[in-house]
C-alpha cells in the first residue's frame, strides 16, 4: 500500500476518525525490566483524547524504590538522577486514576503495560481494573499485509517523527500518530468495528487466527498451544475447553513467562475427552511425553519418597524419611513425595503448625540423647525431646498432623476398567485399565481386554465407539496419576459428576491345547 500520499491530509487533520473510542487515554510505561510482579515503573506518559481531540498531554517520572539496571539506562536514556527525587507511584497514583477514569486504555502491546500499572496501583492499595485496546492488534488487523507490528515498525511504516525512542510520552504521541494516520486510510465503520472486536477478544495473542479460538468447543478435553514455527509451548486441560483457552489471554499479564507464551502462541489445537476424568490423565501424559516449554516439568519419577514411623524406647513417636519405588500404603508409613527436599520441607511446615519436635522427626540430630532440641528454647517444641511432654500427648499429635498423608490403599480386589461416558453424548466413550494405581492403558474398544489378558466379571462388555485418542500405555506407577485416580475412584461424588462406570477385570482363564 502507498502511504506517502496521506502525509498531508493526516497532519492537517488534527481530529481522530469517529470510529475510535469517544474517551481515550493513549499510554505508555518505561519500567525496570519485564515482571510486573518485580520490576517496577519509571516513567509513564499519555495523552488524553476526547471526541477524536488531543485535550491533554502528562508525563511523570516515576522513583521505583529499586535499583535502574544498566541495560534499561541506555534503552531508554532515563539516568538514576531523573528518578532518585521524583514521586513514587503512590503519590502520583491519584491523579492517574483520575485521567484514566471512564475512559478507554489504549497501549501499544496493552498487556504489557496495563499489567504494571495494575500492579502499581494495587501495591498502592487502589484496585484498577479496565479493558485495553491494543495498538498492536489493531494495526494486525488493519494492515494484515504486514509482518510486522512493533512500534518501530509502525514509525518506519508511517514515516513518523519521533525524538526519544523508548521515552514514554515520546512513544505515547506515536500511537497518535499511528492513529492519525489510520484515520485518513479508513472508514469511522471500519475503525469501530475494529476496535469493538478488539475490545472484545482484547487479549488474544497478536499472532494467534481468531477463528482458531472460534472453533474450540465447549467441552472437555486437552489443547496445545504451538509458535509460528511450530514448537510446542504449552499443554492444558480444562472441563470447558474454549474457556479455559480464552483466560490464558484474558487473565493481566503477571510474569514474563505467561507474557513470552502468550506472544508466541500462533495456533490451537486441542482434543475432546469424554469428561475431565480423561482430560486430567490426557494432560498429565502428554507434558511427560512431549515436554512443553512453558509447562511446569513433570516427569516420571522412579523413586519416591514416604515418611516412616516407629516407637523408640521411650513410646514417642519417630518419623524417617525414605526411598521407595511406589506407594506402600500402610500404618507406618505416609505421604508421597519426588525428593527427600519435598519433604523435609512439608515436615518443616507440620512440625510449625502442630508443634513438633525437630529431633523426633528427623530435622535434627541431638547432641546427647534426651536433650532439649532448639525449637524447645524457642517454644515451638514442648518438650517431648527430653521427656517434659508425654509420649501419648506428643504421639496424638504428630499423628494429627500426618494422618491425611496416609496412602490410600487399592479399593478393589482385582485391576478394573474404567467407563468415561460423556454425559450429554453417550457415544463419546473412553476406557481405561487401571492396576493397583497403576495407570495400564487407554482403549477404544472395550474388547481389547482380552489382548491384555483381562476379561470382565460381568457377562456383559459396554458398547463403544471410536475416541480417535492415541494409545496410552505405561504400567509404572506414577505420582501425578495416582493423584488423579485417588480424586475420582475415592469421592464418590467426583466419580458421578464424571459419569465414571468401574468395571471389575480378572485374568482370562487359562486355555489348554
Not at 442 to 468: A, C, F, H, R
Request: glycine share 4%; charged share 25%.
Amino acid at each position: 500500500m502507498q502511504l506517502n500520499w496521506l502525509e498531508q491530509t493526516a497532519t492537517n487533520n488534527a481530529l481522530l476518525s469517529d470510529g475510535f473510542p469517544e474517551k481515550m487515554v493513549l499510554l505508555d510505561c518505561e519500567t525496570t525490566g519485564g515482571r510486573a510482579k518485580y520490576h517496577r515503573v519509571i516513567e509513564i506518559g499519555l495523552l488524553v483524547i476526547e471526541n477524536g481531540q488531543l485535550v491533554e498531554t502528562w508525563q511523570s517520572f516515576i522513583n521505583p524504590e529499586t535499583i535502574l539496571p544498566r541495560h534499561i539506562q541506555k534503552l531508554t536514556g532515563i539516568s538514576p538522577k531523573m528518578v532518585e527525587n521524583a514521586p513514587k507511584f503512590g503519590e502520583i497514583s491519584e491523579i492517574l486514576l483520575e485521567k484514566l477514569k471512564d475512559r478507554t486504555l489504549v497501549a501499544h502491546n496493552a498487556r504489557f503495560d496495563y499489567s504494571f500499572l495494575k500492579s502499581e496501583f494495587e501495591r498502592a492499595g487502589i484496585t484498577y481494573s479496565t479493558k485495553p485496546l491494543c495498538s498492536v492488534k489493531m494495526s494486525r488487523n488493519l494492515y494484515p499485509q504486514f509482518k510486522r507490528h512493533g512500534l518501530s515498525e509502525i514509525i518506519r511504516r508511517f514515516d513518523l517523527n519521533i525524538e526519544n525512542r523508548h521515552r514514554a510520552l515520546d512513544d505515547a504521541q506515536m500511537i497518535y500518530g499511528f492513529f492519525l494516520k489510520t484515520s485518513a486510510i479508513y472508514s469511522p465503520q471500519e475503525i469501530s468495528a475494529c476496535c469493538k472486536q478488539l475490545l472484545k477478544r482484547a487479549s488474544l495473542p497478536p499472532l494467534l487466527d481468531p477463528d482458531e479460538v472460534s472453533s474450540i468447543p465447549n467441552t472437555a478435553g486437552v489443547y496445545y498451544f504451538y509458535s509460528q514455527q511450530n514448537e510446542l509451548l504449552y499443554v492444558g486441560k480444562s472441563v470447558n475447553l474454549r474457556n479455559r483457552v480464552l483466560s490464558h489471554f484474558s487473565s493481566d499479564y503477571k510474569n514474563s513467562k505467561e507474557f513470552q507464551m502468550s506472544q508466541k502462541t500462533a495456533h490451537v489445537t486441542f482434543e475432546t475427552t469424554p469428561s475431565d476424568f480423561g482430560a486430567q490423565i490426557r494432560e498429565s501424559h502428554q507434558i511427560k511425553a512431549l515436554a512443553p516449554l512453558y509447562n511446569r516439568r513433570l516427569r516420571k519419577t522412579r523413586k519416591l519418597y514416604q515418611y516412616k514411623s516407629t516407637t523408640d524406647a521411650n513410646g514417642y513417636l519417630r518419623l524417617d524419611t525414605e526411598a521407595v519405588a511406589s506407594a506402600n500404603p500402610s500404618d507406618q508409613q505416609f505421604g508421597l513425595f519426588r525428593s527427600p527436599r519435598q519433604a523435609t520441607i512439608q515436615l518443616e511446615k507440620l512440625a510449625d503448625q502442630y508443634f513438633l519436635c525437630h529431633q523426633l522427626i528427623g530435622l535434627e540430630k541431638p547432641k546427647k540423647q534426651n536433650t532439649p532440641c532448639f525449637r524447645s528454647q524457642l517454644k515451638k517444641c514442648l518438650g517431648a525431646c527430653y521427656g517434659a511432654e508425654s509420649a501419648d500427648s506428643y504421639n496424638e499429635r504428630l499423628n494429627s498432623a500426618i494422618s491425611r498423608y496416609q496412602i490410600q490403599a487399592w479399593p478393589y480386589q482385582t485391576a478394573i476398567m474404567i467407563e468415561e461416558r460423556n454425559t450429554e453424548d453417550s457415544d463419546r466413550v473412553a476406557f481405561h485399565i487401571i492396576d493397583n494405581w497403576r495407570y495400564i492403558t487407554q482403549l477404544d474398544i472395550p474388547e481389547d481386554i482380552y489382548d491384555l489378558g483381562y476379561e470382565t466379571t460381568s457377562q456383559n462388555l459396554p458398547q463403544s465407539s471410536s475416541t480417535n485418542i492415541p494409545l496410552i500405555a505405561d504400567d509404572k506407577f506414577d505420582l501425578d496419576i495416582y493423584f488423579i485416580l485417588v480424586r475420582f475412584l475415592i469421592n464418590e461424588d467426583n466419580k458421578k459428576l464424571s459419569n465414571l462406570k468401574i468395571w471389575l477385570l480378572k485374568p482370562t482363564s487359562a486355555t489348554v491345547d
